[in-house]
Structure formats: C-alpha cells, structure tokens
C-alpha cells in the first residue's frame, strides 16, 4: 500500500497526517500556525513534520513515497514557489525543494482550494465529470475550475479567486480588497461576521455579539436564530443564498461544467444549499446535468485528501517524465 505525508497549512492551523492511494485518511494530527509571515510558516511546517514522526509515526512502518501540501495563498504548484499567504505577506520561497531537502521525500505543493479540486478528481465528482466548478466556502470563498479535464490556473496562479466578485446583493460593506459587497464579506464565515457586525442596528435581532471584536460570530447560531425566524439572522442567510446562488450561474455561464460542487464549513450541513437552490435560474442551470451538489468527501479531512491527490499526482508525473 502506498502512502502520502501530507499537510494542510490554513490560516489558523495545520493539519499533518498520512493518506493511502484510496483517500483513507491513516493518521493525523493537528499544530496551531496562527497570523504568521511565510518564513515563520515554513519553519512550523518543518517542526510539526519532525513532531509528527517523532510521536505519531508511519502508519506501515515504513516511510510514505511521496509528501504534498496544501496551503492557503498563490502557489506555483508545478515551479514548487509559494508566492504569498496574502498580498501583504509574500515573498518566493521555493516550498517543494526546500521541504524535500529536510525529509528526503519528492514533495508537490499546490494553493488548498486548489488541491481540493485535485482531490474532487481523484476521489470526487471527477470520476464522473471532466467539466466541474469546485466552490469552497469556508473562512474565505474560492473555486477550481476543471474544463475538459484540466485544471485552470491562471497567468500568475490566481485563478479562482471568485470571492471578490460582485453577485447583486447590496448591503454597502467594504472588502479589504478595495472593492464593496464582494460575496466573501456576505456568504463566507468571516463574511457572515462581518455582514452581521454591519447590518445589527437595521434589524432586530436575538444574536449575541462577543465582546471581543476579535472574536467571530459562530455561523451555526446564525442558522439557528434564522430558522427561528430572526430578522437579523434570516436577512444573513437571505442574502448569502441569493449571493452564492449568482456566483455559481456567473460561473456556469462562463466554464459550462455539468457540475458544480459546494464544499466548506458554511454549507457542510445542508441547509445553505437548499436556500441556494431556490435562487437558482433553471434556464441559466438547464446544461449542468448533475447539479449542485455537496462534495462527498470528508468536510473534517478535504485539506488533507487535497495534499494527498496533489502528492500523487506530483509523483506520477516524476515517474513519467
């Protein structure tokens, strides 16, 4: 049985663990990484591996044959550079080679949203589609977009960037991106916080905010108070279904996918997809014959399946080049 080392660099945490061929997720276990430049990133990298081996272990008893990462931020996947965490952290640091040179493992790196994509085509809807849209709501919002067969990337890695688009939802919020109502600041879970934060003095509502700014509003009890009816809470779930529900006809009409997969944190349960669906344009949707769908793949885990899929798909290529 072959395995993969493989590691799942977000915003807050990291996630090392071993994956077989067949997506089993083998072992793992969870480092804090926190708001860190990319060279204190890469150093937690290193020393969560060693501490990984060190108390976890192989999970045969002998190494893995290959190691992949997923990471947030602009990733040269095939140069094997990590360009930035974001446009105020960045800098080329050249991941593959420098973590293949401290364990001794051919290492393939690669964006996360963009690795789930991958994994969605190992393990995924891939295995029946090979025009899909992959969109992750999460923390942020991101998309892969595979078009007969190929994953696209962009001029400077930067495809997929979808939640800094306009959807038609006008709440006058700003986005640190320079532009305002950007669906990542109504429909992700920083978004939701945000839009909450934003919309609280125009309606009723039972929500509690933290005391601590710095400290976000949990989505599930926004789902909650919108199920009660809540006017604060049901206008957030309005307004982030009908956002995402533009975002995916905008992108339909631009890749043509016969599928379109929803993964992360914010519609995991499936109560946002049932909302989505309600704005959805049946003539706009009439070609994506499979739907909108939620990804079949470990919510808990898609990092680490996306560094595994990117791990072999790296190390076939090796073999055959």
């Known amino acids: 049985m072959e395995t993969?080392?493989?590691?799942?660099?977000?915003?807050?945490?990291?996630?090392?663990?071993?994956?077989?061929?067949?997506?089993?997720?083998?072992?793992?276990k969870?480092?804090?990484s926190g708001y860190v430049n990319q060279p204190a990133a890469v150093e937690i990298m290193k020393n969560s591996v060693k501490d990984y081996l060190a108390t976890v272990g192989w999970a045969t008893g002998k190494p893995a044959v290959a190691m992949g990462v997923g990471m947030i931020g602009r990733v040269d996947s095939e140069g094997g550079v990590w360009h930035q965490i974001d446009p105020h952290r960045s800098g080329q640091i050249s991941l593959a080679q420098e973590l293949k040179s401290e364990f001794g493992l051919h290492c393939t790196i690669d964006n996360d949203v963009k690795s789930a994509t991958r994994a969605e085509r190992v393990w995924g809807v891939g295995r029946i589609s090979?025009?899909?849209?992959?969109?992750?709501?999460?923390?942020?919002?991101?998309?892969?977009?595979?078009?007969?067969?190929?994953?696209?990337?962009?001029?400077?890695?930067?495809?997929?960037?979808?939640?800094?688009?306009?959807?038609g939802v006008n709440t006058g919020i700003s986005c640190p991106c320079g532009r305002v109502d950007c669906i990542e600041r109504i429909a992700s879970?920083?978004?939701?916080?945000a839009s909450a934060r934003h919309l609280r003095?125009?309606?009723?509502?039972?929500?509690?905010?933290?005391d601590d700014k710095d400290t976000r509003l949990d989505v599930r009890d926004i789902y909650a108070l919108a199920r009660k009816g809540d006017p604060l809470c049901t206008v957030l779930v309005e307004n982030a279904a009908e956002g995402l529900a533009n975002l995916i006809m905008n992108l339909v009409r631009v890749s043509d996918p016969d599928t379109v997969v929803l993964g992360g944190g914010i519609v995991s349960d499936g109560y946002m997809l049932e909302k989505i669906h309600s704005y959805l344009n049946p003539q706009t949707m009439r070609f994506v014959s499979n739907g909108v769908v939620l990804t079949k793949l470990n919510s808990d885990f898609v990092g680490l399946l996306g560094a595994a899929a990117v791990a072999m798909e790296g190390s076939k290529a090796l073999v055959t080049a």
């Open 130 to 167: 090979k025009n899909y849209i992959y969109i992750n709501v999460g923390t942020g919002i991101a998309a892969g977009t595979v078009v007969n067969g190929h994953q696209v990337r962009g001029s400077h890695f930067n495809a997929g960037e979808v939640g800094h688009t306009r959807v």
């Open 30 to 32: 969870k480092y804090v």
């Open 201 to 210: 003095d125009k309606y009723p509502t039972a929500l509690q905010f933290p």
């Open 189 to 193: 879970g920083s978004g939701f916080d």
């Open 4 to 28: 993969y080392l493989c590691l799942d660099f977000g915003g807050t945490k990291l996630l090392v663990g071993e994956v077989d061929e067949y997506g089993n997720i083998l072992r793992h």
